[in-house]
């Protein structure tokens, strides 16, 4: 669109709201020397500055626009004032000319006075703050070595905070920050020793980890061996115990465990009476044999038979009674000869007689018990 106000447009980018600029002077236009009415085409969100007769600025911030076009404005400039993000890469050098940092810069920069900028006559903002912070960062990197990039970084943040803020003089408002490191040949380098050295770590954790492995193994094997030989002295105690046990056996034995082990009493008391159980079987079973058997002569087993009825007695815990004189024999009248001799009497329980042994049976002692225990 073109206004009888202004001639041809001495300058237009062409950009809109998502260009990325590096000059904020969107248009320049000089203005006719017939002044008519209306308003420059221009943006909303824009500054205009214009320039009069006798090299003078007057700006009108967005939104505000002037109402007519006085006769003593020569021409117009167009300003963004948005907010534009430049990020990139600066090298600087260190105190080897081989080796070079590499700071990795963030700017966001803005327009806040359009009149100073237009009189500075910049055109490629970016350079201009760039440039800026070279020639604050360029002596202090000078005097570090390249792997000490992190006492770099914070001198050049310190300098640079104290210096005059970067863009002032163009009437530009900038936010910075700035990340020193050492180039890309070197940090390869330093990557490769890195690795290097983990491997080596590793390796030496490994060889450790092994040896203390195979330590713990022998430790182990060691004990498992010394527990073997603990069981197998404790086998032979067992042995040497057991052998004087069956050795001895009866109530020796019992009591000799019982003094070691008191807590097997019952168990004790419980053998001892199976013991003396079989005991009594076998001499009811031995007295029955003698009171029966037949085809010996009286006089031959008058003896036994005395011994018999003794244990017999013995077993049930009584004397039989016998009357006086009554089947005495000629051995027996001497047995009662001799116990009168005697200081103190003794009874002697009547032998019964060839004819009555057929006849005659011991009481039978009560069944055992059912469940017995394993004869020792």
């Known amino acids: 669109m073109r206004s009888p106000l202004y001639r041809s447009t001495d300058w237009d980018q062409g950009a809109d709201r998502h260009t990325v600029l590096k000059d904020p002077v969107v248009t320049v236009r000089q203005i006719g020397r017939m002044g008519l009415l209306g308003s420059p085409p221009t943006r909303i969100d824009h ?18 626009r002037p109402r007519r076009i006085p006769r003593r404005y020569t021409a117009v400039y167009e ?17 080897d000319d081989a080796l070079e940092f590499e700071a990795g810069v963030e700017l966001d920069w803005q327009v806040t006075d359009p009149v100073r900028f237009v009189r500075s006559g910049h055109r490629d903002v970016p350079r201009l703050l760039l440039s ?11 005097s570090f070595p390249i792997a000490d990039s992190a006492n770099a970084e914070a001198e050049i943040l310190t300098v640079v905070r104290e210096g005059k803020p970067l863009g002032a003089d163009a009437g530009l408002q900038v936010l910075w920050t700035i990340r020193l490191r050492r180039d890309e ?17 590793e390796e030496v954790l ?4 092994g040896a203390l492995a195979d330590l713990e193994k022998a430790v182990r094997a060691r004990a498992q061996y010394q527990h073997r030989l603990e069981l197998q002295g404790y086998e032979a105690q067992r042995i040497d115990f057991y052998r004087e046990y069956l050795t001895r056996g009866g109530i020796d034995a019992w009591a000799m465990h019982l003094a070691q082990h008191p807590q097997d009493s019952a168990k004790a008391m419980s053998s001892l009476r199976e013991d ?20 010996t002569e009286p006089f031959e087993l008058e003896g036994p038979r005395r011994l018999a009825i003794d244990a017999f007695n013995a ?17 027996e009248k001497e047995a009662e000869a001799k116990a009168e001799a005697e200081p103190e009497p003794r009874i002697v329980p009547a032998q019964p007689t060839v004819a009555d042994v057929p006849g005659w049976q011991p009481a039978v002692p009560p069944d055992p018990p059912t469940a017995l225990a394993e004869p020792r």
């Not at 003396?276 to 085809?295: D, H, P, V, Y």
């Open 315 to 331: 077993v049930f815990g009584q004397h039989v009674p016998v009357e006086q004189g009554a089947g005495k024999s000629t051995g």
């Open 276 to 295: 003396q159980q079989e005991r009594l079987r076998a001499q009811m079973n031995l007295i029955k044999e003698m009171l029966t058997k037949a085809g």
């Open 206 to 209: 490994t060889q450790q980890g």
């Open 47 to 64: 500054a205009l500055v214009y320039t009069t007769r006798r090299g003078g600025f007057e700006v009108f911030h967005p939104p505000h």
């Open 132 to 142: 800026e912070i070279e020639q604050a960062a360029r002596p202090v990197t000078r």
């Open 185 to 201: 040949d070197n940090i390869t380098h330093a990557r490769r020793l890195q690795a290097i050295e983990h491997a080596t770590t």
């Open 79 to 95: 300003v963004d004032m948005g907010l534009h993000p430049v990020r990139t890469r600066v090298p600087l050098p260190s105190i």
